[in-house]
């Protein structure tokens, strides 16, 4: 498992980590040319919370708390696919904090984990 820094980052309905862009581009590097993989469309981040995916968080006092704050974020570094997009399975004890303390469940449903998206095969995007 390895460990980068992400900084927390809040908006109106969701919050991301932003993380270093290098760690997205060398996976997708390391993918085949002929799958034809591109970069996604935000800058390398891990989402913590997605008001539009998932139930809202019920302690809103807590929202934007930790603005800019650094946070440890350890991934495991096998790439993982559904066909469409390629990602990395990320881990923070930090962040499974900030979204209990917001009144959410650790993980977004119906994942048991973060990720960190390094690409998509979609075409034309």
């Not at 650094?70 to 923070?92: C, M, N, P, R």
Request: charged share 15%; with cysteine; net charge positive.
């Amino acid at each position: 498992m390895f460990v980068t820094q992400g900084t927390l980052c809040y908006y109106n309905d969701y919050c991301v980590a932003y993380i270093d862009k290098d760690i997205t581009q060398y996976y997708r590097a390391l993918l085949p040319k002929a799958i034809g993989i591109q970069p996604p469309a935000f800058p390398a981040h891990v989402t913590v919370i997605r008001k539009t995916r998932e139930v809202a968080p019920t302690h809103l006092k807590a929202w934007k708390k930790y603005q800019n704050m650094q946070v440890s974020i350890y991934y495991l570094d096998q790439v993982k696919t559904g066909g469409l997009y390629y990602w990395l399975e990320a881990f923070s004890p930090q962040l499974n904090c900030i979204r209990q303390e917001l009144g959410l469940h650790p993980y977004r449903f119906p994942f048991n984990c973060f990720h960190i998206t390094i690409g998509n095969t979609k075409k034309g995007v």
